[in-house]
């Protein structure tokens, strides 16, 4: 079959384009530094936020970093690696994160984000760029917050619905989160050493009375062997859970903490589906329900511990002002409002 020379101009120009870019490519992608990746999964590497983590790696080939992914299912050694340097980037809850930046590590603070809408804001205020120095502190800066939801109590009791109920029992709490230690310690409750790797099990098997988690955890680490048959789930937030994701800012492009953090808040809408379905995921039966009483209750309750902690240093002053804030602009009329005491 004859070829025109239209078709046969077209081939020359098709086989000219496949060798410029065989030639062009090795030297671009060689170009591109790489960065390890240091990502927190409870699940390890067949986990959601491991593979919601690999999505990133192709916008930020774009943004100049080819991140090489570790997956480690200890946070703590995600993060004493990131410390030394063995990890370029990290992706850590937020109260892990307190150690490398106190501001964005406030914003687990108990009791400070009521719900889906404050946490929103929140996130907005702080893509601004008038907002990047909070984020900065020490070599470190925050590049990435991606919410996780509420945080529950999960009970192998149901009944237990009041403070004074908790006192006695036997409350897991991780060992570093000094915000929860002292929580417990207020209701007269018994602290029980946990860790991300094993307070799932304890709370299954019976070791604990109560853990606190969020609804994402529910199905993955099976907390549903301990809620069945007698226990529930307490539909108070304790606080919004948020995973944070970190670098050294001297091993990364000067604009790359801007780039995740516009990424990362394109990710907002996706991050809330997998929240309620994992909250849809929890029986109807399971939940359990404050009144309003008891919700204002402890709401002043939860108040006093962030100002206790706040004085003890464990809490950043600006992040619980900026909190309290967003709460007083959705609902004016709590009563915190009137004292500005954050």
Not at 110 to 130: D, S
Not at 199 to 225: C, H, Q, W
Request: aromatic share 10%; proline share 5%; charged share 25%.
């Amino acid at each position: 079959m004859a070829i025109s020379v239209a078709t046969r101009h077209h081939l020359r120009w098709l086989a000219a384009s496949v060798v410029f870019l065989a030639a062009a490519f090795p030297v671009l992608a060689q170009d591109i530094p790489k960065r390890s990746f240091c990502v927190f999964d409870p699940i390890g590497a067949n986990g959601p936020l491991f593979s919601v983590m690999k999505a990133a790696r192709a916008p930020a080939l774009g943004w100049g970093v080819d991140l090489q992914l570790r997956a480690y299912t200890d946070e703590k050694i995600a993060a004493e690696e990131f410390k030394a340097g063995q990890c370029d980037s990290v992706l850590l809850t937020g109260t892990r994160a307190r150690e490398f930046n106190k501001f964005t590590g406030t914003l687990e603070a108990i009791g400070a984000v009521p719900g889906e809408r404050e946490m929103r804001m929140l996130l907005q205020a702080l893509n601004q760029e008038k907002a990047a120095g909070l984020l900065r502190s020490d070599g470190y800066e925050v590049v990435g917050i991606l919410p996780a939801g509420a945080v529950y109590l999960f009970m192998r009791d149901r009944e237990l619905d009041t403070v004074n109920e908790l006192q006695g029992k036997k409350i897991g709490a991780f060992d570093y989160d000094d915000a929860a230690v002292t929580m417990v310690r207020r209701v007269g409750a018994s602290v029980v050493g946990t860790n991300s790797a094993n307070f799932a099990g304890k709370f299954n098997n019976g070791s604990v009375d109560i853990i606190y988690a969020p609804a994402v955890a529910y199905t993955p680490l099976e907390l549903y062997k301990g809620v069945v048959p007698d226990g529930g789930v307490y539909n108070y937030p304790l606080t919004q859970m948020n995973f944070q994701i970190l670098i050294h800012r001297d091993r990364f492009p000067e604009d790359y903490g801007k780039k995740v953090r516009d990424y990362s808040l394109d990710q907002v809408d996706r991050a809330y589906e997998l929240v309620a379905s994992a909250e849809a995921e929890i029986p109807e039966e399971f939940w359990t329900h404050p009144t309003a009483e008891q919700v204002s209750d402890y709401d002043e309750m939860l108040r006093e511990v962030r100002l206790e902690l706040r004085d003890g240093g464990t809490y950043d002053g600006t992040a619980l002002k900026l909190m309290r804030a967003i709460r007083c602009k959705t609902d004016p009329t709590r009563p915190e409002c009137a004292l500005a005491l954050e």
